[in-house]
């Protein structure tokens, strides 16, 4: 295999629910969800019936015919959306294959938009913000700045702008008349579970609409019911939404599929032979986020995930207690949350993970807990209670522990 990421001993072999098994049958809760993918949890029952029955009857059959699934998840996904108080202006989707792809459409869209808006060509730049992360593509990765990913792929794709997270002063320098989009993370995941001030939001929302800016949000990480809401930017009026939102991971709770759902507005700018996809939209894909979009947005999920987001931050209370030098602060809203450390937590992941516990790092030392979103009360306090015992035999057993490193999505190679 090409050496894109470091992993450590562990080979997976099975998972069930909130637990995963590695080759030597070893059981490991997972705090992890694949990065905030297996939503449902492993293994979900009613998938493997969707996966066994649609592969018997069509898998793939290109985009030059219709096929009876991606109408009917878009319709979904716009309805549900609507329904749920999130994006008001939610019109169409595209579908494709992962988050990446999710971005790439919508950083295209929006340039689209900007030249039919001004057709000198002049409405181009994108303008993104630091400790974000968009996806490894050039364009999705045009939007990462930072330069330890950047440098090794430069130079990158011409027009595209950072600013400062929840820096409200900065916009109107930021996003002027030549900005064609604008894309934003409502909680950086990767960049440490750091969630963006609803005055901010609303601020740039403002200062889009001023200067004909397209507004994406990139949900991929957040949404889809992690935050307790079906969007992370429901708890936003409408007129703090965006014109664009993109969302991936859990929408295929492990199986390849992204989305970029856009109003009427960008909509009647995209026409036959802008953009395309071999693989997105095949009926097995939709057929599968069908039902998984279906499950994510019954409120009583949603509600669970509240419930649960008090359980964890009980837990933090106590270890804070325990070592408050060490835990500065809990970041994070729903089942998307962030123990902000004082120093390298990777030594702690390495002893979590060898008493059954698997968690991630984000950001600068910071722990991420994206559990799936059915995990149940009992498996979040036993999950805490692995973490404090990992977190005793790092600082108060006087072992030394190797740190495990790349353990997060983005973590570099050191090459």
């Known amino acids: 295999m090409v050496a894109t990421y470091v992993r450590p001993p562990p080979v997976m072999v099975k998972g069930e629910g909130c637990y995963i098994w590695d080759v030597e049958n070893r059981r490991y809760l997972d705090f992890t969800a694949g990065i905030a993918v297996n939503a449902l949890g492993h293994c979900d029952s009613e998938m493997s019936k969707l996966i066994a029955q649609q592969s018997r009857t069509l898998v793939h059959c290109s985009n030059l015919y219709h096929n009876a699934w991606t109408g009917e998840l878009s319709k979904l996904i716009v309805s549900k959306t609507r329904e749920s108080g999130s994006m008001q202006s939610a019109s169409k989707v595209f579908v494709c294959n992962s988050g ?28 993104s913000f630091h400790n974000s992360f968009h996806g490894r593509t050039m364009g999705s990765l045009s939007a990462t700045p930072n330069p330890k ?53 609303q601020a740039l929302r403002d200062r889009c609409d001023e200067v004909g ?19 992370a930017h ?21 199986f390849p599929i992204g989305a970029t759902i856009v109003s009427e507005e960008v909509a009647k700018c995209v026409v036959t032979g802008d953009h395309g996809t071999t693989f997105g939209g095949n009926p097995l894909a939709c057929r599968l986020a069908h039902y998984i979009v279906s499950r994510l947005s019954e409120p009583e999920l949603q509600q669970s995930v ?3 987001e008090q359980v964890f931050r009980e837990g933090f ?22 123990l902000q450390l004082s120093q390298d937590p990777t030594p702690i992941i390495t002893a979590a993970r060898e008493r059954g516990l698997l968690i991630i790092t984000a950001g600068t030392n910071t722990i991420r807990f994206v559990p799936p979103l059915i995990i149940s009360n009992e498996e979040i306090r036993e999950g805490l209670d692995i973490l404090r015992e990992a977190m005793r035999v790092v600082f108060d057993s006087g072992d030394e522990i190797e740190g495990a490193k790349g353990q997060q999505e983005m973590a570099p190679s050191g090459r």
């Open 100 to 127: 990446s792809e999710a971005n790439e459409a919508a950083i295209k869209f929006s340039r689209k938009v900007g030249k039919i808006r001004d057709p000198s060509g002049r409405k181009h730049e994108i303008v």
């Open 149 to 201: 990913y950047q440098k090794p792929f430069a130079p990158m794709i011409p027009g595209f702008r950072y600013g400062t997270y929840n820096d409200e002063s900065g916009i109107k320098d930021l996003v002027t008349e030549d900005t064609c989009g604008v894309i934003i993370e409502p909680i950086q995941g990767e960049g440490g579970v750091i969630v963006a001030n609803s005055t901010f939001l």
């Open 213 to 231: 800016t397209v507004l994406i949000y990139d949900e991929i990480q957040c949404g889809l019911s992690r935050t307790g809401q079906l969007w």
């Open 234 to 254: 429901q708890i936003l009026p409408p007129s703090a939404h965006p014109d664009i939102l993109t969302t991936a991971k859990a929408l295929g709770n492990g």
């Open 306 to 308: 509240l419930e649960k």
């Open 317 to 338: 209370e106590k270890l804070q207690e325990t070592y408050p030098s060490l835990i500065t602060e809990v970041r994070g809203r729903g089942l998307i949350l962030g």
